[in-house]
């Protein structure tokens, strides 16, 4: 078993939270100068381990080991969500730290904009494996400020670097470390989740349209509402979903914007960002069929029109059953009955490893299941035995 140094981990841990530091969280957007000093700091402490750092053309940070393979691929990424927590990415690329400290044969990554501050998102791991094309880069805006992708990489002295590739054939597997963000593990006592899958998101927008009026002078029979006519189809989606989904499945309103968004006026359109989550694409399609169902019958029922268009689909991501049962006999070595597997609910950079190698995670759990949030933590104790966990596992494969 690899002597992985937990205080050294820790002590990184710590030191990194204190770029773009917020309360007891960290503020750390994608290209921001926080987020810049963070990968620097990074490429500095991949050179002291003897790690070989870069950085391409869109912020992705990579330190190669230079001994013999077979190589593992270890990471995660280092901007965060706003005001938000100190743990979620940044746990994974330390780790991978800690495990090339540690003398394993690992290369260690630091992905960009895996939280998707810009249109797209995980932009480092789409790129990494030639999945981010020129032109949706030239067409990618900030989603907060609208600021051209092209002009955030200028600014933060990335504009005309190359943009690196994987090398084919070199990764045996590809391991990601990540605090849970749920309450599974807290609740059932766990220190340990070694992860079966990474759903798959399918995000859509409905585009409700009315007729804008006067909310004195129309009466209620002759509205047509398009902001009650959203209510009234997010209520029936929510008391049809459950007749379809599975054990796992979520589903999430994200915004619903109604215009002009006066008190007076009866809403002429409302624009509805809407998602479902589960890691079973039959389970998925059923979903959509619900969804599809519900758009077609609000069209019956009202006086409005509801138009259902796709905005993205992403593909569930099982984990490596060899990479899983290194992982188990890690667990059941280290913390034996105190560990469980899990899927992971959230969407993660091991997904789109996942095309290129196998890959598999390990989840910490979340006090409190609070995550992008600056409130978000992991007891130290938690984070210690874990990345044990993530370093005896790496060893198991490797010689497996």
């Known amino acids: 078993m690899p002597q992985i140094d937990a205080d050294r981990f820790l002590a990184d841990l710590n030191t990194l939270r204190r770029i773009g530091e917020y309360k007891t969280g960290v503020h750390r957007p994608t290209y921001s100068p926080e987020d810049m000093e963070s990968r620097r700091w990074l490429m500095e ?5 003897g790690l070989e750092p870069a950085i391409d053309g869109i912020g992705n940070v990579y330190g190669r080991h230079t001994g013999a393979g077979p190589h593992l691929l270890a990471g995660s990424h280092i901007e965060t969500q706003n005001y938000a927590g100190w743990l979620d990415g940044a746990l994974g690329v330390v780790a991978g730290l800690a495990l090339a400290r540690a003398g394993l044969p690992v290369d260690v ?7 998707g501050h810009f249109e797209g998102g995980f932009l480092g791991s789409r790129s990494i494996l030639g999945l981010l094309p020129d032109d949706e880069i030239d067409r990618s805006r900030n989603r907060t400020d609208g600021t051209p992708l092209r002009d955030a990489l200028a600014a933060a002295g990335l504009a005309g670097k190359p943009r690196m590739e994987l090398e084919k054939g070199r990764h045996k597997g590809f391991f990601e470390m990540h605090i ?30 009315g007729m804008q009026d006067h909310a004195g002078g129309t009466t209620m029979a002759e509205r047509r509402d398009a902001g009650l006519a959203a209510v009234r189809l997010l209520a029936m989606i929510d008391q049809e979903f459950p007749k379809v989904c599975g054990e796992r499945s979520t589903w999430t309103c994200g915004r619903i914007a109604v215009e002009p968004g006066a008190p007076s006026i009866i809403p002429g359109r409302a624009d509805i960002l809407f998602q479902f989550r589960d890691i079973d694409v039959a389970v998925l399609d059923r979903m959509e069929r619900c969804l599809r169902a519900c758009v077609q019958e609000s069209n019956r029922r009202e006086r409005t029109t509801a138009t259902l268009v796709n905005v993205s689909k992403s593909l569930p991501a099982p984990c490596d059953a060899a990479m899983m049962a290194a992982l188990d006999a890690a667990a059941e070595s280290l913390a034996p009955g105190r560990w469980q597997r899990m899927p992971s609910g959230a969407g993660h950079d091991a997904q789109y490893m996942a095309r290129a190698m196998p890959v598999a995670m390990l989840f910490t759990p979340s006090i409190g299941g609070i995550s992008h949030h600056w409130a978000e933590d992991t007891k130290e104790e938690d984070l210690a035995l874990c990345v044990r966990i993530l370093g005896d596992a790496a060893a198991r494969f490797l010689a497996g």
Request: charged content about 20%; proline content about 0%.
């Open 109 to 115: 990554v630091a992905f960009a904009d895996e939280e």
């Open 180 to 209: 849970e963000q749920g309450t599974q593990l807290e609740q059932a006592g766990l220190q340990a989740g070694v992860v079966t899958g990474i759903v798959a998101i399918w995000q859509w927008r409905i585009t409700i349209e």
């Open 45 to 49: 402490r991949m050179a002291e381990i």
